[in-house]
């Protein structure tokens, strides 16, 4: 379960939710704060809890590109994300088992000609590879169509264990270059994780399943950006 609570007055710099986690119930809902004699009302904004068997396209948008980050791309095909028992799958598989094995090896693959769209990266050709540049893992990213600006948000899920498995729940800016190239328009990592059971750092601190981190991104350059971080177990 999602639950957003926004300021629906202030909208002049939005933001969107960004998901790519395996199993989820999400819901946007009403927020009143009340500070020194000051009261600021919100509504609610987005809510889904996965009852109508389908991933409803009025709410969210997949992303659609054969390079995203790390070894995967990310698609709208069902096999990828859906909806079962009220609650929303995302699931990796192996691009070689969609496309046969020469075709990864040697072939090419174009977002435009297999999803009809691309979304492209901030940087780099997200749209098309081939040979050795082809993903071999195809995932799925969506992004709500509700932006919000103030409030709180609420997530039920459940995460996977598997080795180099990299669930991410973000927040994203709807327009990336409007102060600049990442991260001056600034990034919200709610929650990342590695799947692996067996990650750990040189000094002996778990990289893996058992720890969750939390970041805000923003700054003037990707190699220097200044960034704000949590860990929690």
């Given at each position: 379960?999602?639950?957003?609570?926004?300021?629906?007055k202030?909208?002049?710099?939005?933001?969107?939710v960004?998901?790519?986690?395996p199993?989820?119930?999400v819901a946007?809902?009403v927020?009143?704060?009340?500070?020194v004699?000051?009261?600021?009302s919100?509504?609610t904004?987005?809510h889904?809890?996965?009852?109508g068997?389908n991933i409803d396209?009025?709410?969210?948008k997949?992303d659609?590109?054969?390079?995203?980050?790390?070894?995967?791309?990310?698609?709208?095909?069902?096999q990828?994300?859906?909806?079962?028992?009220?609650?929303?799958?995302?699931?990796?598989?192996?691009?070689?088992?969609r496309?046969?094995?020469?075709?990864?090896?040697?072939?090419?693959?174009?977002?435009?000609?297999?999803?009809?769209?691309?979304?492209?990266?901030?940087g780099?050709d997200?749209c098309?590879?081939?040979?050795?540049?082809?993903?071999p893992i195809?995932?799925?990213?969506?992004?709500?169509?509700t932006?919000?600006?103030?409030?709180?948000?609420?997530?039920?899920?459940?995460?996977?264990i598997?080795d180099?498995i990299w669930?991410?729940?973000?927040?994203?800016?709807?327009?990336?270059?409007?102060?600049g190239?990442?991260?001056k328009?600034?990034?919200?990592?709610?929650?990342?994780?590695?799947?692996?059971?067996?990650?750990?750092?040189?000094?002996?601190?778990?990289?893996?399943?058992?720890?969750?981190?939390?970041?805000?991104h923003?700054?003037?350059?990707?190699?220097?950006?200044?960034?704000?971080?949590h860990e929690?177990?």
């Amino acid at each position: 379960k999602l639950t957003i609570f926004f300021d629906t007055k202030q909208q002049s710099y939005r933001r969107q939710v960004a998901m790519e986690i395996p199993t989820v119930s999400v819901a946007v809902c009403v927020l009143l704060l009340s500070l020194v004699g000051c009261s600021f009302s919100a509504t609610t904004v987005f809510h889904d809890d996965f009852n109508g068997g389908n991933i409803d396209g009025n709410k969210w948008k997949h992303d659609k590109k054969t390079s995203g980050l790390g070894f995967e791309m990310y698609t709208p095909e069902h096999q990828n994300s859906y909806v079962r028992n009220g609650q929303l799958f995302i699931c990796p598989t192996f691009t070689e088992d969609r496309f046969g094995a020469d075709r990864f090896a040697h072939g090419s693959l174009d977002a435009r000609e297999l999803w009809g769209a691309c979304d492209p990266n901030w940087g780099g050709d997200s749209c098309h590879t081939q040979g050795h540049k082809n993903r071999p893992i195809m995932s799925a990213t969506l992004r709500s169509k509700t932006h919000i600006k103030y409030g709180r948000v609420e997530v039920r899920a459940k995460l996977p264990i598997g080795d180099w498995i990299w669930p991410g729940i973000w927040m994203m800016p709807t327009e990336p270059g409007h102060y600049g190239g990442w991260p001056k328009s600034g990034e919200i990592d709610m929650l990342e994780t590695a799947g692996n059971l067996n990650l750990h750092h040189p000094n002996g601190r778990s990289l893996g399943v058992d720890m969750d981190q939390a970041h805000i991104h923003y700054g003037n350059a990707r190699t220097g950006d200044g960034h704000a971080r949590h860990e929690g177990q």
